[in-house]
Every structure is written in C-alpha cells, then in structure tokens.
C-alpha cells in the first residue's frame, strides 16, 4: 500500500535562492518556487491507515516555511566559505562575493543546496519530528524546481 502527498497541489511549496559553485550558470544567485511531494510506502495499520495525512503535511509545511523567502546556504560546502561580521553574512566562492543580511539567510548543514541535497535534508527534519509507525517500510521525499523536474531521497524506514 501507498500514500503520496503532492505539495503542489496541498501546498507544501517555498521559494528560495541558491546558487551551485562551479556549475555553469546555477553559480549564479538564482531562485526556485519549490515544491515537496512524498511517497509513504507499507503495511496498513490497525487503524487501517498508513499515515496521519494531517499531521504529516503539517510538519513538511512547518520545515518548507521556514526555508521559504531566503537565501539556501550550505555550511558543509567545500567550496564555499561563510562568514558572519555585524548581522551580515558574507559568501565566497570561484570570483564571487555576497553580503546578505542575516535575516535573509537559512544556513543548511548540507554539502550543496542541489534538489537532491534539499530532499535529503527535508526528509531528514521530518524524520527528526515525526513519529513513524511501524508499518511504514519506506518514504520517498521529492524537491521539485519546477513542473517536470525535481530529484527524490528515499529512505527505507523499516524492514
């Protein structure tokens, strides 16, 4: 049995900017209106769902409301270097420098802010806040940048 929420219709969506180092033109500061859809695979429960359609959606409207109307930054990043001086961040990277007011920056601590990686971190905050049941065997979590093209993380729960 599966379920699947598709944030673009219920409205699990967030706009942010991101930039990729040395990837061509996504090195440059840009921005995505995102939208998260999830897949929840398993065993019906005695009560005869899979998952809380509600309190699931609430928590992933929670997580993409706070990355929602800022700048994606990645602590992990190799190629990046981020600084705070004074309420403001500075970003380094190839040639480029940022300075950002700190209040419009959400720091991830992730390697890249790819839609691979931000489906990884918000499955992973999900995980952090939700109670999975046992008979849920797996949930995958999709970042889409646009219509027709996102990536998935999947995450098998239990076996």
Same mark, same amino acid.
């Given at each position: 049995?599966?379920?699947?929420?598709?944030?673009?219709?219920?409205?699990?969506?967030?706009?942010?900017?991101?930039?990729?180092?040395?990837?061509?033109?996504?090195?440059?500061?840009?921005?995505?209106?995102?939208?998260?859809?999830?897949?929840?695979?398993?065993?019906?429960?005695?009560?005869?769902?899979?998952?809380?359609? #509600?309190?699931?959606?609430?928590?992933?409207?929670?997580?993409?409301?706070?990355?929602?109307?800022?700048?994606? #930054?990645?602590?992990?990043?190799?190629?990046?270097?981020?600084?705070?001086?004074?309420?403001?961040?500075?970003?380094?990277?190839?040639?480029?420098?940022?300075?950002?007011? #700190?209040?419009?920056?959400?720091?991830?601590?992730?390697?890249?802010?790819?839609?691979?990686?931000?489906?990884?971190?918000?499955?992973?905050?999900?995980?952090?806040?939700?109670?999975?049941?046992?008979?849920?065997?797996?949930?995958?979590?999709?970042?889409?940048?646009?219509?027709?093209?996102?990536?998935?993380?999947?995450?098998?729960?239990?076996?």
């Amino acid at each position: 049995m599966k379920i699947e929420i598709d944030g673009s219709q219920v409205n699990i969506r967030f706009s942010s900017s991101h930039f990729i180092p040395y990837h061509g033109k996504c090195s440059r500061m840009h921005g995505h209106d995102y939208a998260v859809r999830m897949i929840i695979e398993g065993d019906l429960g005695e009560d005869f769902m899979l998952l809380d359609f #509600v309190e699931t959606k609430k928590i992933l409207r929670e997580i993409v409301d706070y990355l929602d109307h800022h700048v994606l #930054v990645p602590t992990k990043s190799k190629e990046v270097d981020v600084n705070e001086v004074e309420a403001k961040v500075l970003i380094s990277f190839e040639d480029k420098d940022y300075v950002i007011p #700190v209040d419009d920056v959400v720091y991830l601590d992730i390697e890249s802010t790819t839609a691979e990686k931000l489906s990884e971190y918000i499955l992973n905050k999900l995980l952090e806040k939700i109670n999975i049941p046992k008979n849920i065997k797996k949930i995958t979590l999709c970042v889409d940048e646009g219509p027709g093209q996102g990536a998935c993380y999947e995450k098998v729960v239990y076996k």
